[in-house]
């Protein structure tokens, strides 16, 4: 995406795109994204900003390729921590892509190639950057293919590397120290097992039982992706002590004992496609660097993406957030041009305040956990968990409630959204329909869910955790 920003500046620039890896034919996972196995969320915000930096539709192409169009208003169920389910509502709302990763870096990727005749990639690991404090001048490379030397001279650096980022070492290589770092770590371990979708039920609702951050027990969540292929993703996900196993009956039994067994009903007589996947440690913890903070910076270096910030994968928001940055960068270029002063510090900071965003939600509610690694909650952490929690269990019968979570979190509005003086009502009286202990279905998706309940496990009689 960062490329993307890149390929539509004036003057045309020669970009060079470097990966560690051996970037895949087609969508496949690979290793450098440790996440990539698991569920992903392309929330309404980030689409937009592709769609911005692309002059192809990056929505088309995913949809081409079998990825979902999901509504948050009423294309999804949704089991809210501790005040039951969402209803659906007429109304759409944002709307999200579902796929793999692997689907998604694959679109975006040939988008990039079919429409940047000035770009390539190639294979090397950065070691280092060129330059001083003043400004860098290009990178220091190893592992790189013929053509490309120990040293590359470039205008302009862009970190867009993730959640490996050696932008610190590499700053403090050139005399930039002191970057402030946080890092909050639930211990979140997500297990993912994809299934063939059941005849029937290609389209039944993506569905989630979500995660309880509020009852000083580990959280444990799930949900049924559709993906493309006609398959479902099954994702579950546990904070520190309250982990998924691998084993196929263990990771069942799990996602059958959730507060509702709504997921292991569905998939309890699907045909499994593949072995239980478990991905835990750092590569799902919430790590921010206060980059535009630093008192000094060099011009024509920025840092995007995940190595400006990564957070706990089971909010969603992270690529969206990595898009937004680089809509800031193509909007930055266009208005001043690589040449003008400040650069780096203006996108610096315009990407911040996205991340700030989904900053707020992930650590929010990750602080809440037992066992988590990085902080306590603050006093302000405390106030806006409190209010989440009001506005949440408001919106389980509020359209007005509904509509502010739905726009905050698919980042298509600030957080401040959850202030406006609907919101703050709705938070204040309630929701205004009663608590249902049942999901909202259809008749016809009823009809499904009673089936597969019955091709299964029939009734469930496990140890309910919650």
């Known amino acids: 995406m960062t490329a993307a920003a890149l390929s539509r500046a004036e003057p045309a620039l020669e970009i060079l795109l470097l990966d560690r890896d051996e970037l895949p034919q087609g969508p496949e996972n690979r290793r450098g994204v440790p996440q990539g196995r698991h569920a992903h969320l392309l929330m309404a915000g980030g689409l937009s900003a592709m769609e911005a930096l692309f002059p192809v539709s990056v929505r088309d192409r995913l949809l081409d390729a079998g990825a979902h169009r999901i509504s948050l208003g009423n294309g999804m169920l949704a089991l809210t921590p501790d005040s039951g389910w969402f209803p659906r509502w007429r109304w759409d709302g944002p709307h999200m892509i579902t796929c793999t990763r692997a689907l998604l870096d694959w679109v975006l990727r040939q988008a990039l190639l079919d429409t940047g005749p000035h770009v390539s990639i190639h294979r090397a690991t950065v070691e280092g950057l ?16 013929p053509g490309l030397g120990p040293e590359l001279e470039a205008d302009l650096v862009v970190d867009a590397s993730g959640r490996g980022s050696g932008s610190l070492k590499w700053l403090d290589g050139i005399g930039i120290r002191g970057v402030e ?76 004992g959730l507060p509702h067994p709504i997921v292991g009903q569905l998939v309890s007589g699907a ?24 008192a000094r910076w060099p011009e024509r270096f920025i840092v995007l993406g995940d190595a400006l910030a990564t957070f706990n994968p089971a909010y969603g928001q992270g690529m969206s957030v990595a898009a ?15 040449a ?24 929010g509610m990750d602080v809440l956990y037992p066992g988590v690694h990085g902080g306590e909650p603050t006093f302000a952490d405390r106030v806006a968990a409190r209010y ?11 359209y ?35 608590r249902t202990a049942e999901p909202p279905l ?3 998706e009823r009809d499904v869910l009673d089936r597969l309940r019955k091709a299964g496990r029939g009734p469930v009689t496990s140890q309910v955790l919650q």
């Not at 060129?130 to 293919?145: H, P």
């Not at 045909?271 to 835990?280: F, H």
């Not at 996205?354 to 650590?363: E, Q, S």
């Not at 989440?388 to 509020?398: P, V």
């Open 181 to 256: 770092e946080r890092r909050i770590d639930s211990g979140l371990t997500n297990a993912t097992r994809i299934y063939r979708t059941p005849a029937g039920a290609e389209s039944f609702p993506l569905t989630v039982v979500q995660a309880n951050p509020y009852n000083g027990r580990p959280g444990r969540s799930a949900m049924v992706l559709p993906i493309e292929g006609n398959r479902w993703m099954v994702s579950a996900g546990g904070t520190r002590g309250g982990e998924p196993p691998q084993d196929a009956q263990g990771f069942l039994d799990y996602i059958l």
């Open 442 to 444: 259809w008749p016809a």
């Open 271 to 294: 045909e499994a496609l593949t072995d239980v996947v478990v991905t835990r440690g750092r590569s799902t913890s919430n790590a921010r660097r206060f980059f535009e903070k630093s």
């Open 388 to 398: 989440a929690r009001r506005l949440t269990r408001a919106a389980t019968g509020s």
């Open 400 to 434: 007005d409630a509904a509509a502010a979570l739905w726009e905050v979190t698919s980042l298509t509005a600030p957080p401040t959204r959850v202030l406006h003086p609907k919101a703050l009502m709705a938070a204040v009286t309630g929701p205004l329909l009663p």
């Open 130 to 145: 060129l330059g001083d404090a003043g400004r860098v001048r290009g990178v220091r490379i190893s592992g790189a293919g």
């Open 324 to 338: 937004l940055g680089a809509l800031v960068l193509a909007r930055e270029l266009r208005r001043s041009g690589l």
């Open 340 to 363: 003008g002063p400040g650069l780096s510090r203006r996108v610096l900071r315009g990407a911040a305040r996205h991340v700030d965003t989904a900053w707020a939600t992930a650590v």
